[in-house]
């Protein structure tokens, strides 16, 4: 039992530390799609409440962010001219959130 309080302490510090980040608009965007899904699910399921469930709303994939960006669309992105492979996360699949991760990859020119 000590091991889940502890667990519940560290999500509380952590949603105290980026609910004042997410409340001036700025979102959680990261990488590693098991550590935001954690925030997205595991946490708001974990410690219920009004600042878990705000930052899960406000939590993305860089890809995601990426692609729903306006600005993006204007990016000079170089071409690639070659075929890339795409192997998502097994979270990735799991969720099927594979969508954004292709559609980031179609923005930069001449990828097949």
């Known amino acids: 039992m000590q091991c889940v309080d502890e667990a519940r302490r560290e999500v509380e510090r952590l949603i105290s530390a980026l609910v004042s980040f997410v409340r001036r608009g700025v979102p959680v965007i990261g990488l590693e799609p098991s550590s935001l899904l954690t925030l997205k699910d595991e946490i708001p399921a974990m410690l219920p409440g009004a600042d878990a469930d705000f930052v899960a709303e406000n939590t993305m994939r860089f890809e995601e962010f990426f692609v729903g960006d306006p600005l993006t669309r204007?990016?000079?992105?170089?071409?690639?001219?070659?075929?890339?492979l795409l192997h998502g996360h097994c979270h990735q699949k799991a969720h099927n959130l594979m969508s954004f991760a292709k559609q980031a990859l179609e923005l930069i020119p001449n990828t097949k």
């Open 74 to 84: 204007d990016m000079p992105l170089r071409p690639l001219n070659r075929q890339n």
